[in-house]
């Protein structure tokens, strides 16, 4: 027979205090690791054509050449595109750190 670790007994003992079926819980929680991973992985997706769209292709990989450009001399429009992309990017990100931070809890 399988013996239960001080965590799975410390999660049980939760479950049981807070009246909810640990099998539940486990179940629920591994559907939000599926969307959790699938949530990291557009995003990381997202920045990498991020990348290539505004710097590899234009700027020859120069981050600081293409944030000159995109500061001083690119339109208006491409500006706004840009702007838009890296705070959906962020965004994520922050949904994504609030996930780790209660994942470690």
Known sequence: ???????MQNIKRMCVCSM???DEVL?????VMQVYRDVVWMTSR???ILKEDFFEDSFGRNLDTALAYLLEFAPSE???EFESRVANL????????L???AILL
């Open 90 to 97: 962020f965004e994520t990100k922050r949904l994504v750190d």
């Open 78 to 80: 491409k500006k706004q």
């Open 99 to 101: 996930i780790d931070s």
């Open 46 to 48: 997202k920045a990498k």
């Open 1 to 7: 027979m399988r013996r239960e670790t001080k965590s």
């Open 27 to 31: 179940h629920r929680s591994a559907l």
């Open 20 to 22: 909810l079926e640990p």
